[in-house]
């Protein structure tokens, strides 16, 4: 009996293990990770995978149609450690191919944190590039060169970047070869 009762405690604890990791992470399920970038690419489809509607289900945010585009998450900079917007971020490198795409950031919980109501999110038709046309951007709650987006101090957030009629998972291809770089400048 007493087998029976560890088995089964054992199961119970491995599958809603399972459950919590592939909603949260997922990315042996159904989400596609490049560095700290996450995205669910089928979200949109009009027969996602279980996994897919199960991550919906349990954020409750609007999706994007597969048509219409993908965002990809970083809830961490490149070294691993948790964004934090007391921090300067150096967001920098290409952007996968899409025709217009927008670079917000945003709390746990998905309200935009930007400080300034004129500019919510760094987009592609306004922002400078490097020589080699390259995003380089930067997130900071104190005055950064070149591209800035001006966040509220706070504690942790995350970055959102969306591409819109992206080539991203279009005709077949399901791989993203490089994302932007996030680098931690510097904390006070």
């Given at each position: 009996?007493?087998?029976?009762?560890?088995?089964?405690?054992?199961?119970?604890?491995?599958?809603?293990?399972?459950?919590?990791?592939?909603?949260t992470d997922g990315r042996l399920f159904a989400a596609v990770r490049v560095g700290p970038w996450a995205a669910w690419p089928?979200?949109?489809?009009?027969?996602?995978?279980?996994?897919t509607r199960a991550y919906l289900a349990r954020s409750g945010h609007l999706q994007l149609?597969?048509?219409?585009?993908?965002?990809?998450?970083?809830l961490t900079d490149d070294a691993g450690q948790p964004l934090n917007a007391n921090c300067h971020y150096?967001?920098?490198?290409?952007?996968?191919?899409?025709s217009f795409w927008?670079?917000?950031?945003?709390?746990?919980?998905?309200?935009?944190?930007?400080?300034?109501p004129e500019l919510t999110a760094l987009?592609?038709?306004?922002?400078?590039?490097?020589?080699?046309?390259?995003?380089?951007?930067?997130?900071?709650?104190e005055l950064a060169p070149q591209n800035w987006l001006e966040i509220e101090p706070g504690g942790p957030f995350q970055?959102?970047?969306?591409?819109y009629d992206a080539v991203v998972f279009?005709?077949?291809?399901?791989?993203?070869?490089?994302?932007p770089s996030i680098e931690r400048v510097g904390c006070p």
């Open positions: 009996m007493f087998r029976l009762l560890v088995g089964l405690a054992v199961a119970i604890a491995v599958g809603f293990g399972a459950s919590y990791y592939a909603l089928q979200v949109g489809q009009p027969l996602p995978d279980p996994y149609g597969y048509a219409e585009g993908i965002q990809f998450v970083a150096r967001v920098s490198g290409r952007v996968p191919g899409a927008t670079l917000a950031a945003t709390d746990l919980a998905g309200a935009n944190i930007a400080a300034s987009h592609s038709e306004r922002v400078a590039r490097s020589g080699d046309g390259a995003l380089v951007a930067s997130i900071s709650p970055l959102q970047l969306t591409l279009s005709g077949g291809n399901t791989t993203v070869d490089a994302m």
